[in-house]
């Protein structure tokens, strides 16, 4: 696996042979790569093979303990279909499980500049002394049949994100109409995958009925084959006891989520939207009813990925970075840190700045002193150029505390 971690060895590489770094190697989420990019997963894939235990170790069990005597309990070699039945819907489910959390899920490509505002001209000649405005505007209204949507900036890929569009703190991704990010799939439900994350936990549920079924079916068989208690047949298998109450409980989780997504559905709702938005208390702009809903979902094209992963990185994002004519992001200026992914933002010193900037002017103004506090009458004009330098370093003393201007000294929109 490729984590995002080789992007600065890939970087490094590229330069010698002219062309960019594979765009898996240098990727900036948090996804690691499988099979030179071919697979895409989350930063906690490793729960992937603790799902698959889960699924893998029942019914193996299943199949040695029960299956297997079954096989010679039903007439015209049926016990032999249950054996195969098991076998097949576990390789079913297990394949569905690797489309959810081994493919894009609708990542976004980030953007390697911030978008420029509407209706600036990037080429009208700005004065000396006048600067355009710099702050992006924060939100935008973009109506959705007939309904008013806002859609945010997003800091840390630079765009605008798309309706249902959300970023993801765990991939660090924006991901195109974000369900949630799965613990276990190990990878964010979207787009994409959403289609196969609800068949493969609505698998898991059949399978755990199956699983739970023909453990009863066999218990019965041992209690009219012997003609005992249910009671004395069930402690004669105890492997269908521990699967009875294995699935019995297994099926509360997957079958609870079953039925929560098909609701979700059948409104059109994500699970972000329904515990940030509460579309019952309000209209949902998605909402085309039920048919339509379940139609969009199943039987509707899965649009391509964004992203090649296996191709080149374009050479005009490992150059420096445009000049955007003096805009920037919407949270530029404001306390520093990553407030899309949650992180404590760490605040400007500016009091201490604007001292040291005081002291430094101070120290060139005494060198440029003797010991009687007069100018070296020997250089005056390099007298008033120290003075010169001072006056201005006070000048962006002061400016760094004056709270309506940038770090670039200019004002943000008052």
């Not at 009875?244 to 059109?268: D, E, K, Q, R």
Request: aromatic share 12%; with cysteine.
């Amino acid at each position: 696996m490729n984590g995002a971690s080789a992007s600065a060895s890939a970087g490094a590489g590229a330069g010698a042979g002219g062309e960019g770094p594979l765009v898996y190697k240098a990727w900036k989420g948090s996804n690691v790569f499988f099979l030179q990019g071919r697979f895409i997963f989350g930063p906690d894939a490793r729960s992937l093979f603790v799902t698959m235990f889960l699924i893998v170790a029942p019914v193996s069990i299943f199949c040695a303990f029960v299956a297997r005597e079954l096989m010679d309990n039903f007439s015209y070699g049926l016990g032999v279909s249950v054996m195969i039945a098991a076998v097949l819907f576990t390789a079913y489910d297990l394949s569905l499980l690797l489309l959810t959390s081994g493919r894009d899920p609708g990542i976004i490509p980030r953007n390697a500049h911030p978008p420029e505002p509407e209706g600036f001209d990037g080429n009208a000649e700005v004065g000396a002394n006048q600067t355009p405005p710099l702050r992006l505007p924060r939100v935008k209204d973009v109506v959705v049949n007939g309904i008013t949507v806002k859609t945010k900036y997003c800091d840390t890929c630079m765009l605008y994100r798309p309706p249902r569009c959300s970023h993801c703190s765990i991939c660090n991704n924006c991901v195109e109409r974000f369900d949630h990010h799965c613990p276990w799939v190990g990878q964010c439900i979207g787009l994409r995958n959403y289609r196969f994350f609800y068949m493969f936990v609505f698998s898991t549920t059949l399978l755990c009925l199956y699983v739970f079924g023909f453990c009863w079916v066999y218990i019965i068989k041992i209690r009219n084959a012997e003609q005992i208690t249910i009671w004395k047949a069930m402690a004669k298998t105890p492997a269908s006891i521990a699967l009875i109450i294995y699935t019995f409980i297994a099926v509360w989780f997957v079958g609870g989520l079953s039925v929560f997504h098909l609701y979700l559905m059948s409104t059109n709702q994500t699970t972000y939207e329904n515990f940030r938005y509460r579309y019952d208390q309000r209209a949902n702009p998605y909402n085309r009813g039920v048919l339509e809903n379940i139609r969009e979902i199943f039987f509707t094209p899965i649009p391509p990925s964004k992203n090649n992963f296996r191709g080149r990185v374009p050479q005009e994002q490992g150059l420096r970075p445009r000049a955007t004519n003096g805009f920037m992001s919407p949270n530029m200026g404001r306390a520093v840190g990553d407030i899309e992914m949650g992180r404590k933002p760490v605040a400007w010193d500016e009091p201490r700045m604007a001292a040291e900037i005081g002291d430094l002017g101070a120290g060139l103004s005494n060198l440029l002193e003797d010991k009687d506090g007069r100018f070296r009458s020997a250089s005056p004009d390099l007298s008033r150029d120290a003075l010169a330098v001072g006056g201005g370093l006070e000048e962006q003393g002061s400016s760094a505390m004056n709270p309506g201007r940038t770090s670039w000294g200019v004002e943000t929109g008052r």
